[in-house]
């Protein structure tokens, strides 16, 4: 089954291990990934999304693209909020912070919480994948062991949500393990 | 060697090929189109494995297979014409040559998937 998933993490480096253990699993064809990255909330709240450093135009694909993502994960509360905040997603280029915003405003983090409960705290990281999975066993039992909390939602539920454009919600996500040389620690 | 070790070497190949052209659309000024230049005959590469192992696989298989082919094809083709455009130009043929590439990477990685799913049933049986 085709899913959308996100991994959240209290710290960075956690992170980077689960999207490591992610394709790891890929490697020993538990899964199969499709694409991957990595969204930062700093203390203020802001959002930057990993992206290699690339030019402007790249960059803000990449920024309208995965906060896209970010508000379809959320559910419907998080919809609007994605479509019309994602441009404002920095992406994060050799570790600066881009141009951000609060994805999620506190009006809606309520409901997108009741939804689905997929936010991203203040000073969290996430981890956002494409995966094709049989059962939810291998990422689950994995990402609990590095102290992630997972959510899903499938394929299908965010084709159907017209408003992230022609584009598949995967386009923007690497298809193989991208961890900014700045934070690579093995 | 058998058809799912194809298909994962394959298909790292295709990564590979996408982390090129991105390290690529990184750099600045003549540097990318310098390192442009090997992007069509490396698609080309990765489209004569695709060829050599699709014999081997099953209907679903290669049809993904069959449109990793069509989009490494357009990755060869707009790769070339960045080599010989500027400006505004230069920058479209840059992320139609990235979104071709990752649309292969996508199309592979549905056969691999699809080659698990089966290869999972079948022992679960």
């Known amino acids: ?186 | 060697m058998s058809t799912s070790n194809d298909l994962d070497r394959v298909r790292a190949a295709a990564q590979q090929l996408h982390g090129v052209i991105s390290d690529a659309a990184a750099k600045r000024g003549e540097v990318i189109k310098a390192d442009l230049q090997a992007i069509p005959q490396k698609a080309k590469s990765v489209i004569e494995s695709i060829k050599a192992s699709m014999g081997a696989q099953k209907e679903p298989t290669k049809k993904n297979l069959a449109e990793a082919v069509k989009s490494l094809e357009a990755t060869q083709k707009h790769a070339a014409e960045s080599l010989k455009s500027s400006g505004k130009a230069f920058q479209t043929s840059i992320r139609q040559t990235l979104a071709d590439a990752r649309a292969s990477v996508q199309k592979i990685s549905e056969a691999v998937a699809a080659g698990r799913s089966a290869e999972s049933k079948h022992t679960r049986k």
Request: zero cysteines.
């Open chain 1, 1 to 186: 089954m085709r899913n959308y998933v996100a991994v959240v993490f209290d710290d960075t480096s956690k992170a980077y291990e689960g999207l490591h253990a992610l394709w790891q699993l890929d490697g020993e064809g538990a899964i199969t990934v499709f694409g991957t990255t990595v969204v930062h909330r700093n203390e203020w709240g802001e959002y930057q999304v990993d992206s290699k450093e690339t030019h402007a135009g790249l960059a803000t694909a990449v920024g309208v693209g995965v906060g896209a993502l970010l508000g379809a994960l959320a559910g419907p509360a998080g919809a609007a909020v994605g479509a019309a905040g994602g441009a404002a997603i920095g992406a994060a280029t050799g570790g600066a912070v881009g141009v951000t915003t609060d994805l999620v405003r506190a009006d809606t983090r309520d409901q997108s919480r009741y939804e689905t409960a997929f936010v991203v705290g203040a000073g969290q990281s996430a981890v956002i994948a494409d995966v094709s999975e049989d059962w939810t066993g291998p990422i689950d039992t994995r990402m609990r062991e590095l102290g992630g909390i997972v959510y899903r939602r499938s394929g299908g539920a965010l084709r159907d949500d017209a408003w992230l454009g022609d584009y598949p919600p995967s386009s923007y996500l690497y298809p193989y393990e991208y961890i900014p040389p700045s934070d690579r620690v093995w």
